[in-house]
């Protein structure tokens, strides 16, 4: 239906019948003591006259720009792609704006990009923080803008966080490569970095899966080295005699250097060494052989740090920020055989 002026509540809430600041609460999703019959005459009325919320208005009325900054270090990771996507939906949800920025792992990048969005006036951000901007971290909370952190610790910073249980990952696969009778067990993992925290939680969590099973003296294999020559490394390693019948890769993009690894060596998977990896890939269910993974609650962590900045962002705040951890998942395939 087209009209010659513009709408406004009023007219909304004078075709519904109802008050002003009803049709407001409406808007603005307050439905806790509004009856399913009102929000209908509410929803026929502005379809009735086409009515379009003004957002600027909006805005300026309540000191929001109902937009947030999420700042990613690594977009490449399945992992970090996966939580954006939940905490856009939850978002889009509540009518607020996501705008997305990736550092790879730069720091410098990283604080471009928090002073650019603060520039914009978002309402709050999401960061996987890059690490070495402890500062900056700082004055986000000094001026009290809502923070939440995935996926890494940034010690001393009272900043609510959300991530897996890294140690319970890797200790998930040293448990089902020990059943199925390995004893000796490698981990390939890139070089540990200070707010690298899944890196150096999963290494402790393997050296005490090991320890703990016996096998930290004879049995355990740890090759940490870039992505780049992870390959080679992990060839010049499985020359020599005394070597892992079992590998597990850290992450998704060192699942695929053990594969480079595998194809260049001409090793075949479950049959000359057994594979598990962290971070569940789109393929790896159809990988021949399939390969065993354990995946991340990217969905979960996702929501629960969207939930963690919309309390902060309508004026709530965990009375004690803390690091919120979620349980892993096994799935369970072919990649691993008895030795």
């Known amino acids: ?3 010659d002026k513009n709408i406004t509540i009023a007219d909304v809430a004078k075709h519904a019948g109802i008050s002003k600041s009803t049709v407001s609460q409406y808007l603005n999703k307050r439905f806790e003591y509004m009856g399913e019959e009102t929000k209908q005459r509410i929803r026929e009325s502005i379809a009735a006259l086409g009515y379009s919320p003004n957002v600027l208005a ?3 009325k309540q000191k ?8 990613v270090a690594n977009i490449l990771h399945g992992f970090s792609t996966q939580v954006i996507r939940t905490v856009e939906d939850a978002c889009n949800e509540q009518d607020i704006h996501v705008i997305v920025c990736n550092t790879d792992e730069d720091p410098k990048k990283e ?9 914009k006036q978002v309402d709050g951000f999401i960061i996987f923080p890059a690490g070495d901007n402890e500062e900056l971290y700082r004055e986000l909370l000094d001026k009290d803008i809502p923070l939440v952190f995935v996926d890494r610790i940034v010690p001393d910073l009272p900043v609510s966080t959300v991530l897996t249980d890294n140690e319970q990952a890797a200790d998930m ?6 059943r199925c009778g390995h004893g000796k067990i490698g981990l390939a993992v890139p070089p540990l970095k200070r707010v690298m925290t899944p890196r150096s939680e999963r290494l402790s969590g393997f050296q005490k899966a090991m ?64 594979i598990i990896s962290i971070d569940d890939m789109p393929l790896a269910g ?38 919120h ?15």
Do not use: W
């Not at 993974?293 to 962002?313: C, R």
């Open 1 to 3: 239906m087209k009209h």
């Open 58 to 60: 909006r805005s300026l």
């Open 64 to 71: 929001k720009t109902f937009t947030i900054g999420m700042i």
């Open 111 to 119: 604080q471009k990009y928090v002073q650019m969005l603060e520039a």
């Open 173 to 178: 696969a040293v448990d089902h490569f020990v």
């Open 211 to 274: 320890k703990n099973r016996g096998l930290e003296d004879s049995g355990m294999f740890i090759f940490e080295q870039p992505l780049a020559g992870m390959a080679d490394y992990l060839a010049a390693a499985f020359q020599k005699e005394d070597k892992p019948t079992a590998l597990l890769a850290s992450n998704d993009l060192t699942f695929i250097e053990v594969l480079q690894f595998c194809r260049q060596e001409g090793i075949e998977i479950g049959r000359d060494v057994s």
């Open 286 to 323: 159809v990988y021949n052989p399939a390969i065993t993974s354990i995946e991340q609650p990217a969905s979960v962590i996702g929501e629960k740090a969207a939930e963690l900045l919309f309390e902060q962002m309508n004026g709530g705040r965990e009375q004690t920020p803390a690091v």
């Open 325 to 339: 951890r979620f349980s892993p998942v096994f799935l369970e395939r072919d990649s691993v055989k008895a030795p």
